[in-house]
């Protein structure tokens, strides 16, 4: 998006915390922490310098602060006869500050999926107040391929995001996607507009960090080729050899979107609480409906995990479900690689088929 004057500003390195410190009076910045053990985490800082703004990837994308992994979203009350229904609010005024281009990415992908076909009320109202701050990658995180998911090292996004931050010579290029987003940069103090040489930097920048990549995936057809596929090896020998359905890979997921509900009832009646939690297509009782299991081996858990991401989510949704954060592979014990597997296939695709 651009203003009357321009695209965006300038601001010095040093002068980046200064407009967090600014921030933190009106807002709640989500931003990432470096943790003992080295493990960076997204949580609610009040101290800019707690910032690691070089990290490289999360283990729980920052989806969380606006669809939480448990969360209460109705509660129910009787008392003198009157029913009371409340839908508890989120935090407002949250900022997610400093997110990847691929976890922003994912926050598109699942805004399809709450608005929609159906509304989630809850998503939305949380996704409404959460100013986004993306900041670009200068170099490629070590299981990532982003570029190959066209989501990343870079914004490649229009909109659907507030602020997009560049780090180069010194300095940071800042860019805006929404008007609250260029309210928000205009609260540092010592910006100056951004020239043509800001901007050949920033490309020089995001140049350098396409070529740090390591980890591909050609994409070009491959939903196609996994849907007349589905009867592949890799998913049973994989499955069964590797597998323990501990459905870590679809926990850190960032684009993973189902959950299950609950209902909590008082014995008096008077209270019920309805609460939703992340749940599992790996879980073994995720399909369990009257009458029997429509996935009770793990072959067929594993083969939706992937074909979902790669295959099925394009038809369903009008993208791919992948944004190749590279995070179920880094944390599933046993390291399994959807991109491996569908590379074995690719592999497997005869010449002929190929033509
Ligand atoms: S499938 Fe794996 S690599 Fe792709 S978005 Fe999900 S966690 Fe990231
Ligand atoms: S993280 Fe790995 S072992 Fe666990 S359910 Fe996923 S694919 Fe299976």
Redesign the pocket.
């Known amino acids: 998006m651009k203003d009357a004057q321009g695209e965006g500003y300038l601001l010095a390195r040093d002068d980046l915390f200064d407009w967090t410190d600014t921030l933190l009076r009106d807002f709640a910045v989500q931003g990432p922490v470096l943790k003992k053990k080295g493990q960076t985490v997204f949580e609610r800082i009040d101290d800019p310098s707690s910032l690691q703004l070089d990290y490289c990837s999360t283990m729980l994308a920052p989806r969380n602060f606006i669809y939480p992994q448990r969360q209460e979203f109705l509660h129910i009350q009787r008392s003198s006869g009157q029913t009371r229904v409340v839908t508890p609010a989120p935090a407002a005024r949250n900022i997610l500050f400093a997110i990847h281009p691929c976890d922003m990415h994912a926050i598109t992908v699942l805004d399809r999926i709450f608005s929609r076909d159906s509304w989630d009320f809850s998503y939305n109202k949380a996704r409404h107040e959460t100013i986004t701050v993306v900041l670009n990658c200068a170099k490629a995180c070590d299981q990532g391929f982003c570029s190959s998911m066209g989501t990343g090292p870079f914004l490649k996004i229009k909109d659907g995001y507030d602020v997009e931050i560049t780090p180069v010579d010194r300095a940071y290029v800042m860019e805006f996607g929404s008007r609250r987003g260029r309210d928000l940069i205009r609260k540092a103090a010592n910006l100056r507009r951004i020239t043509g040489a800001d901007l050949s930097q920033k490309k020089r920048v995001e140049k350098k960090a396409e070529a740090s990549f390591t980890k591909f995936l050609d994409t070009k057809g491959l939903p196609e080729l996994l849907a007349r596929t589905l009867n592949h090896s890799v998913y049973k020998v994989t499955a069964d050899t590797?597998?323990?359905?501990?459905?870590?890979?679809?926990m850190v997921c960032p684009t993973c979107y189902c959950y299950n509900t609950e209902d909590l009832t008082r014995f008096d009646l008077k209270q019920v609480e309805r609460k939703r939690h992340w749940d599992s297509c790996?879980e073994l009782n995720f399909a369990r409906v009257h009458g029997g299991n429509f996935r009770s081996s793990r072959e067929a858990r594993?083969r939706q995990?992937v074909t979902h991401k790669l295959c099925t989510w394009v038809e369903q949704y009008g993208c791919v479900g992948c944004i190749g954060c590279g995070r179920?592979m880094t944390?599933?014990?046993?390291g399994?690689d959807l991109t491996e597997m569908a590379k074995e296939i690719q592999r497997d695709w005869s010449p002929a088929e190929k033509r």
């Open positions: 590797r597998c323990l359905n501990c459905t870590n890979c679809t790996q594993l995990f179920c944390w599933c014990p046993t399994i």
